[in-house]
């Protein structure tokens, strides 16, 4: 199956990040990619219940931060984001795939003070 970069469904998630879905039809695995500058989230910290997420850089910088401490990624790195761990970043004008198993879907998705 393809879906072409045009057909991806654009969403502003914050004024820092762009996202752009890739809707498979599977539920076990989901893409999207995204371009983020700045902070994300925007405050507190973010956690996805039932999805691992992974960032693979395409290009930019960032530092996340997550309850295992501080990394440093940037183009060619990948970073898994497990489900129930909270994490936040700061961004450099990331652009990044995000593949997530199972797809990534918004009533997983908690945001914490």
């Not at 401490?69 to 450099?92: P, R, S, T």
Request: proline letters at 4%; one cysteine or more; glycine letters at 6%.
């Amino acid at each position: 199956m393809l879906i072409k970069k045009e057909n991806a469904r654009e969403k502003a998630n914050s004024k820092e990040c762009t996202v752009w879905e890739y809707d498979f039809p599977s539920k076990s695995l989901g893409f999207a990619t995204a371009k983020i500058n700045g902070r994300y989230p925007e405050k507190g910290k973010a956690m996805n219940t039932i999805c691992d997420e992974m960032y693979y850089v395409i290009s930019g910088e960032a530092v996340v931060h997550t309850a295992d401490g501080e990394f440093k990624i940037k183009q060619g790195d990948a970073f898994l984001f497990e489900k129930n761990k909270w994490y936040w970043v700061e961004c450099k004008k990331l652009f990044i795939a995000l593949p997530t198993a199972p797809a990534w879907y918004f009533e997983q998705y908690k945001q914490l003070e």
